[in-house]
């Protein structure tokens, strides 16, 4: 299936999801280089919310950019198989190369919002991620790495402390929030 498709067929939880989807779909209609970092006003990212095998923790990296703990993700870069893009920037960050995706579905959506910083020196305006975030498990026992390019930190959390940790009210109030709940209600689905 294409990745248009697997936007199409999710089934938003609420306002957020609902609004995101549309304007991702529109997007991804008006505009063909939506995989490209070209676009300067609006790519696709892959973020992936990696739990530990018994559902109570999640890993998250200490992000030089937003200067804050946040979720794993990265820019598509052409590349529309966005679940490989999640598990790629998993390991990249923060060194878990045997994470497995919980399930093949997408797992949430969001339009997020990048504020212009300075990366490897170069300016990068202010832009949109029109973010597909996958869920992933892996061992809490597997090694843990730091990518100095992206991150300071690399860390196991409980879910409680992944809405304390953070310094993005907004992320944490509308994204990890949202994720956590999505966690507790698919692991006591039958």
Do not use: C
Request: charged fraction near 25%; hydrophobic fraction near 40%.
């Amino acid at each position: 299936m294409s990745l248009r498709q697997d936007i199409y067929d999710y089934q938003p939880i609420n306002e957020q999801e609902k609004a995101d989807r549309e304007v991702m779909l529109h997007f991804m209609a008006e505009h063909p280089d939506y995989l490209e970092r070209s676009n300067k006003i609006a790519h696709f990212t892959a973020s992936i919310w990696t739990v530990n095998e018994e559902y109570t923790r999640t890993l998250m990296v200490y992000h030089n950019i937003y200067d804050s703990w946040s979720w794993i993700g990265g820019h598509a870069d052409g590349e529309e198989d966005l679940r490989s893009v999640a598990l790629r920037e998993l390991q990249e960050e923060t060194g878990v190369g045997r994470a497995v995706l919980v399930m093949q579905d997408i797992f949430s959506l969001e339009v997020l919002t990048v504020n212009g910083h300075v990366k490897r020196g170069v300016y990068v305006p202010s832009h949109l991620h029109m973010n597909v975030t996958y869920l992933a498990r892996a061992d809490e026992r597997e090694a843990l790495a730091v990518n100095r390019e992206e991150n300071r930190a690399v860390k196991w959390w409980s879910f409680e402390d992944a809405l304390r940790m953070p310094k993005e009210p907004w992320m944490v109030e509308y994204i990890y929030r949202k994720l956590n709940q999505k966690v507790r209600v698919y692991i006591s689905s039958p």
